[in-house]
């Protein structure tokens, strides 16, 4: 490319990533220059290039009280019931735990650089995520759930560090992890609640009424059609909910793609009404009735997954709290949604009792069984939601990390499940229930179609930033020194990267570098991507190690502003770093020439 970079210089441990030869040769290393204090932890990415399984164990008495005395050889790991040896063993608790606030000019970066380092720092212990879920929680239990939040901030101990998301028609991070007791009640009391388009009755309450009171009853609607009716009810609802299970699922996935590169355990605080395990349609209908029956453990497994790869463990918190039949409440009509009466008929009665018990079920087994595929516990039945997320904090705060190398080397990408004993009595254990054995080393082996699809959702702009692979990047505007080209200048964590050895003596790795421009209204106008291979000498490799590994993307946009995803994709792991970034070209002598102008940033 040949081409003299005046790109604002990034900061991570090493020297800016200067022009780069776009070949599979081992680029040229750029020169030193001053260096400063890494944001990284090259440990904190082991687990992604060497099938270490990390596993996290709570042990608690029968009281619920944490056990905090056990020693390593008290444990037993099984993995598929065939034990295995214990190769890490730590103890993590809250009077341990410091909390390390990156310094103010750690953090700045000069003008037009961008990165997803780590804006917190946690010495030992655990962080907090409280995710207030809008898309499956009706306005009243939303309001509710904020009340008890209040209630819980109030009385949360120091030095605890708290982030919150909210989920609605996209996952979004309110506020990142802090220990600001006030800054976390002025945010949650200005909240606002928010309808959730996909919910049956987004209000919350009784449901609408379709067919006026007393017609059906008394026989002035014909059968066939309040059957048809019931019905269309039932696949209307059965579709709401698959668009919001996939909604979920992919939001947890970026939770998980978001949390991937804090070291150590992560509490997930998931305060919603969640959404059934399964649907069962009424039996009673004709037609074909399985077009509404559902299943989604699937999805659920998906996600349990992938925030088990980032060491997340889920509290699922319902923000019903304690439900009592719908029949019996204040606000009922006595009838149901077609205008029928419940209370004058004991089978219609017992009906409805019986089929709200079952959707009930059905929602807390989704949150029994995410619990218990991440290590964390699901909460219940119960009003007091901030003694709730209290107890979820305090839980996932003690715990004690067993890592090991499975003996078993066959990755064929079955689940494996994860026994753990203690030679202790009386002691209850919760932990990860498994995981698949998938070799980290294979994940440029997808289709490519999943390649993509994983890709474009860490690339969309609507949700949070990925940190599983951490870098930083300097954009500069067109100019003649950079052919009246945009400038991008990537600078990666090299340690994070999946180098192997090849028989020729070189590092082999493979990078995907993608810049996806926005308007400011948040449409795609272009996306630029390169895949780079490097071969690096065994001298050259050194040099990257002790640096960054630096890659330059150069490609025309039209004059306007413009939001830039900046993504970087380690090929071999799958482990992806996303950042947001923005440029404004302005208006050059020579005309770009592939681009459509971005809308103008209002």
Not at 220 to 242: S, W
Not at 326 to 342: E, K, M, P, Q
């Amino acid at each position: 490319m040949g081409v003299e970079s005046q790109a604002p210089a990034p900061t991570l441990k090493g020297p800016s990533p200067q022009p780069v030869p776009q070949s599979p040769q081992a680029p040229a290393p750029p020169p030193q220059q001053q260096q400063r204090t890494p944001t990284y932890e090259p440990a904190t990415v082991l687990r992604a290039i060497i099938r270490l399984v990390v596993v996290d164990v709570v042990a608690t008495t029968k009281k619920g009280d944490a056990v905090t005395d056990l020693k390593k050889e008290d444990f037993t790991v099984l993995e598929d019931g065939k034990e295995q040896q214990i190769r890490a063993f730590t103890f993590q608790h809250p009077a341990a735990a410091g909390t390390t606030a990156l310094a103010q000019d750690q953090v700045k970066l000069p003008p037009n650089v961008f990165t997803n380092a780590l804006k917190f720092n946690l010495n030992s212990g655990a962080l907090n995520v409280i995710l207030l879920d809008a898309l499956n929680t009706s306005l009243l239990d939303q309001a509710y759930a904020r009340e008890q939040m209040l209630k819980y901030l109030e009385k949360m101990p120091e030095g605890q560090p708290v982030a919150v998301y909210t989920l609605g028609n996209k996952l979004q991070m309110l506020q990142d992890f802090t220990t600001d007791h006030t800054l976390l009640k002025n945010l949650v009391r200005n909240l606002k609640v928010k309808a959730s388009a996909l919910q049956d009755n987004p209000a919350g309450g009784p449901a609408q009424q379709l067919l006026p009171t007393g017609f059906v009853d008394a026989g002035l609607v014909p059968a066939q059609l309040v059957q048809q009716m019931q019905q269309f009810e039932q696949e209307r609802i059965a579709f709401q909910t698959d668009l919001r299970v996939r909604y979920t699922v992919d939001a947890l996935a970026s939770l998980a793609r978001a949390l991937s590169g804090y070291p150590g355990r992560k509490n997930l605080i998931w305060i919603s009404e969640t959404f059934p395990i399964n649907i069962i349609p009424d039996l009673t209908l004709s037609g074909d009735v399985f077009a509404s029956t559902r299943n989604y453990a699937p999805q659920i497994a998906q996600a349990a997954e992938a925030l088990v790869d980032a060491q997340v463990a889920v509290y699922p918190v319902d923000a019903r709290g304690l439900v009592a039949p719908s029949v019996f409440g204040a606000s009922s009509t006595g009838v149901d949604t077609f205008g029928r009466s419940i209370g004058g008929n004991g089978s219609r009665l017992g009906t409805n009792l019986s089929n709200e018990s079952v959707a009930l079920q059905a929602t807390h087994g989704t949150m029994q069984e995410v619990a218990e595929r991440t290590g964390g516990k699901a909460f219940y039945n119960r009003n007091d939601i901030d003694n709730a997320i209290s107890k979820s904090i305090e839980d996932g705060s003690t715990y004690y990390t067993l890592a090991y190398y499975p003996e078993n080397k066959d990755w064929n990408g079955k689940f494996r499940k994860i026994g753990i004993k203690v030679n202790r009595p009386g002691i209850t254990l919760r932990h990860r229930l498994g995981y698949y054995s998938v070799d980290p080393k294979t994940a440029g082996k997808l289709s490519p179609k999943q390649q993509a699809a994983e890709l474009g959702d860490a690339l969309n702009i609507d949700y949070p930033i990925s940190t599983g692979l951490r870098f930083e990047a300097g954009v500069i505007q067109p100019s003649e020194k950079t052919q009246n080209k945009v400038l991008v200048n990537f600078a990666v964590d090299p340690h994070a990267v999946s180098f192997e050895l090849q028989a020729d003596g070189t590092q082999a790795a493979k990078v995907d570098y993608v810049v996806q421009v926005y308007s400011y209204s948040g449409k795609v106008v272009q996306t630029e991507s390169s895949a780079m291979e490097y071969a690096l000498p065994p001298d050259a490799y050194k040099k990257i190690m002790r640096g960054v590994l630096p890659f330059q993307k150069l490609f025309d946009l039209a004059p306007g502003d413009y939001l830039l995803r900046l993504a970087v994709r380690d090929n071999r792991t799958g482990l992806i770093g996303t950042a947001n970034g923005k440029v404004s070209v302005a208006q050059a002598s020579a005309a770009p020439t592939a681009a459509s102008p971005a809308e103008k940033k209002p």
